[in-house]
């Protein structure tokens, strides 16, 4: 059974300062990761999608990279502002038959001006 | 931009009602799905619906649960007989367009907070 692990639990930063967000995973039988943003009350925000094929990708001020062998990715956000205070999951694709996607618990990242 | 719809945003109901649940996917979008998170927990895979039935649910996704794409747009989450423990906020998200390839992102919708009492 797929397990999804996210580290650090929280992480508060001052405003500029870049950070790294971790997730690994425990079955490497996954058609592409996810990075997602919420917050507090709200729903899932697609931030960036990697395929099992790549090893980066990048939007804006975000970088994901995954390495499917050891079952890890990381998000990096660069000049981090207050405005990306939110919870950031990472949810990785199975591949079954209705390709479920797999949360881990979530970052819970705050930013302070 | 497209988006993933869902009503009504909150719903409140009494244990033992029954409640559905409505969402518009994407249009073009091939697969759908549901998913809840219970406060202060992980979200959770409840159902996927491919081709105008179920391709994978969980262990969560018993009897008293079902879903129907009634028409050409709308998705829904029916459950039977609520308890306690289905309180919770529930999501349903669409992915995969025609061509695509078996990877696809999944785009989600705003969410409808169940509150069983």
């Known amino acids: 059974k797929q397990e999804v692990t996210q580290i650090p639990a929280a992480l508060s930063v001052p405003e500029g300062e870049n950070l790294v967000l971790n997730c690994s995973f425990t079955?490497?039988?996954?058609?592409?990761l996810q990075w997602f943003r919420q917050d507090p009350g709200k729903g899932l925000t697609s931030l960036l999608l990697i395929q099992s094929s790549q090893r980066e990708q990048t939007s804006g001020r975000l970088n994901a990279s995954l390495d499917k062998s050891s079952g890890r990715s990381t998000l990096y956000i660069a000049a981090s502002q207050p405005g990306d205070s939110a919870t950031y999951l990472c949810?990785?694709?199975?591949?079954?038959?209705?390709?479920?996607?797999?949360f881990g618990e979530g970052t819970q990242l705050t930013v302070n001006p | 931009e497209p988006e993933v719809t869902q009503t009504p945003s909150h719903q409140v109901t009494q244990m033992g009602q029954e409640v559905i649940l409505r969402c518009v996917p994407i249009s073009n979008h091939l697969y759908f799905y549901w998913y809840r998170q219970i406060l202060g927990q992980k979200v959770e895979f409840l159902v996927s619906f491919y081709n105008n039935e179920i391709s994978e649910k969980s262990e969560i996704f018993d009897d008293q649960f079902s879903v129907e794409r009634p028409d050409g747009s709308n998705f829904t989450l029916k459950i039977r007989s609520t308890k306690l423990e289905d309180s919770a906020m529930y999501f349903c998200?669409?992915?995969?367009?025609?061509?695509?390839?078996?990877?696809?992102?999944?785009?989600f919708g705003p969410g409808t907070r169940l509150t069983v009492t």
């Open positions: 998200a669409s992915g995969g367009a025609p061509g695509h390839r078996l990877s696809y992102e999944q785009y």
């Open positions: 949810a990785v694709q199975q591949e079954t038959s209705g390709s479920r996607l797999t």
């Open positions: 079955d490497s039988a996954i058609y592409n």
